[in-house]
């Protein structure tokens, strides 16, 4: 039975990340308040909004921005999609921040001033901070589900999320 629902999630999470899921998933946290290692439905920062867009999405990803910059495929900014990683040099040197692409030359981002917003990337602002981009590809699915608990708690985060949303 076990294996049943596993199979059963493996499918579910596959369907799920898809770019345009990706997208959806990360535009209904906009205007959630940031805070600076934060990792909380109504309060995150820009990596752990990542993070969790991603895992929604069946996908997991490390916890900090540093190590987010390690994974996945590397992109060049000409040939970006929706639902690829952008990072950027801000407050120290590296990758310190993470937006996620999302077409039309924006990106959706934990923004220090703005909560969960969307910026274009051809903003001097981000132009000049800009230092690679991404693609996470299906190597990065998760191999070990969550426990069915954590599953659903994800799948009411979800719908949590659509629903707040759609009322807007």
């Keep these: ?73 590397p992109v060049n900014l000409s040939e970006i999609r929706p639902g690829d990683l952008l990072f950027f040099t801000t407050y120290r040197k590296g990758p310190s921040h993470v937006g996620i692409y999302i077409g039309n030359g924006k990106m959706v981002h934990a923004s220090e001033r703005k909560g969960i917003t969307i910026d274009r990337i051809d903003d001097p602002y981000w132009q000049r901070r800009f230092l690679f981009a991404k693609r996470i590809d299906n190597f990065f699915k998760m191999a070990n589900l969550p426990k069915i608990n954590h599953y659903k708690e994800q799948k009411d985060e979800v719908a949590e999320l659509i629903f707040i949303l759609s009322n807007r």
């Design 1 to 73: 039975m076990r294996g049943i629902l596993i199979g059963i999630f493996s499918v579910f999470a596959t369907a799920l990340a898809s770019t345009d899921n990706i997208v959806l998933t990360a535009l209904t946290y906009m205007e959630r308040p940031y805070q600076f290692g934060a990792n909380d439905i109504y309060r995150m920062d820009c990596s752990a909004f990542v993070q969790r867009v991603f895992e929604i999405n069946g996908i997991r990803l490390p916890r900090n921005t540093k190590e987010q910059a390690l994974v996945g495929v």
